[in-house]
T-cell receptor, first 114, second 120 residues
Framework: AQSVTQPDIHITVSEGASLELRCNYSYGATPYLFWYVQSPGQGLQLLLKYFSGDTLVQGIKGFEAEFKRSQSSFNLRKPSVHWSDAAEYFCAVGAAGGGNKLTFGTGTQLKVEL | GAVVSQHPSWVICKSGTSVKIECRSLDFQATTMFWYRQFPKQSLMLMATSNEGSKATYEQGVEKDKFLINHASLTLSTLTVTSAHPEDSSFYIC????????????????FGPGTRLTVL
């Protein structure tokens, strides 16, 4: 069965600082990987996704993520964080042929200090 | 594109009543829709997978008689919480997956804004 681990429950960064949110997955074959962001009381917005090809994926809002098969990781990065980035971030993994079914990590709450 | 709506956005009901939540894909056809439940400050837990024209597939531990799912068309799925109790209070989120129209792309889900259910 596939699983996702987000080791950091909370992260606090200063505005303008760089950010990296960690995500490790467990899956037997090539996974489909996603990062979503959720603002309080809202649904999820897709930041970026990896299906195949270039392992460095660019997303919206200046986010990027790198797929590292050897480390089973898909960490999310942003070079300069804005106060509006404060939210909950979820990493998710889907299986090829899995019929769109996703497994989510427990999430990382990002706080941005001004 | 790929917009998913949910209605209502929040609902308060009395214990013992039933509540219906609608999930609509506005600009694409979704053969598969998913229903999630999210407790405060926790992750999304998949409740069931809803396929148009067939019975929903429920995850282990989810009471199918309590959480009735209907996916009558390619753009609408409904979740009915029957005989709701305070422990059913939660944030319910739906999502829609790839459809016959070719959008969204494979394995991608588009999420609705969620429905906050409070059972008194």
């Amino acid at each position: 069965a596939q699983s996702v681990t987000q080791p950091d429950i909370h992260i606090t960064v200063s505005e303008g600082a760089s950010l990296e949110l960690r995500c490790n997955y467990s899956y037997g074959a090539t996974p489909y990987l996603f990062w979503y962001v959720q603002s309080p009381g809202q649904g999820l917005q897709l930041l970026l996704k990896y299906f195949s090809g270039d392992t460095l994926v660019q997303g919206i809002k200046g986010f990027e993520a790198e797929f590292k098969r050897s480390q089973s990781s898909f960490n999310l990065r942003k070079p300069s964080v804005h106060w509006s980035d404060a939210a909950e971030y979820f990493c998710a993994v889907g299986a090829a042929g899995g019929g769109n079914k996703l497994t989510f990590g427990t999430g990382t709450q990002l706080k941005v200090e001004l | 594109g790929a917009v998913v709506s949910q209605h209502p956005s929040w609902v308060i009901c009395k214990s013992g009543t039933s509540v219906k939540i609608e999930c609509r894909s506005l600009d694409f056809q979704a053969t598969t829709m998913f229903w999630y439940r999210q407790f405060p400050k926790q992750s999304l837990m998949l409740m069931a997978t809803s396929n148009e024209g067939s019975k929903a597939t429920y995850e282990q531990g989810v009471e199918k008689d309590k959480f009735l799912i209907n996916h009558a068309s390619l753009t609408l799925s409904t979740l009915t919480v029957t005989s709701a109790h305070p422990e059913d209070s939660s944030f319910y989120i739906c999502s829609a997956g790839s459809g016959t129209s070719g959008r969204p792309s494979r394995n991608e889900q588009f999420f609705g804004p969620g429905t906050r259910l409070t059972v008194l």
